[in-house]
């Protein structure tokens, strides 16, 4: 049995786009394993082979995203409205900002 520790990361790291990509698209659609979670983000089992959604748009925020959690020796991602800003990755929005469900067209 493999265990993967859990690596949590602010919105801040994902561009508007995959935002509302992930927000508005069913999950078997997604580019990775993953789910929504509640209304504050996703969980991604960071799987470093497939960034291309079903629809064939291809997600480079989310594949730097893996790559770094990867080499900090995490399994999932766990990206949220309160998750931390990690270093080593693109910041694509103000972190000090709070998001609301809102501003991630989540119902």
């Known amino acids: ?17 995959t935002i509302s ?3 508005s ?9 993953g789910a929504p979670v509640r209304r504050i983000g ?8 497939d960034y291309t959604s079903a629809q064939g748009e291809i997600f480079g925020d989310l594949r ?7 080499e900090l020796g995490y399994g ?7 998750g931390e800003v990690v270093d080593g990755l ?9 998001e609301t469900d809102k501003s991630l067209n989540m119902a």
């Open 25 to 33: 698209t069913d999950f078997t659609e997604w580019p990775a394993d």
């Open 1 to 17: 049995m493999t265990a993967y520790n859990t690596l949590g990361v602010s919105t801040a790291h994902l561009t508007d786009r």
């Open 76 to 82: 999932h991602v766990l990206i949220s409205n309160r």
């Open 42 to 49: 996703w969980f991604f089992h960071s799987d470093l082979d």
């Open 90 to 98: 693109p910041i694509y929005r103000d972190p000090d900002v709070e």
């Open 64 to 70: 730097d995203l893996f790559c770094r959690a990867a």
């Open 21 to 23: 990509f992930l927000a």
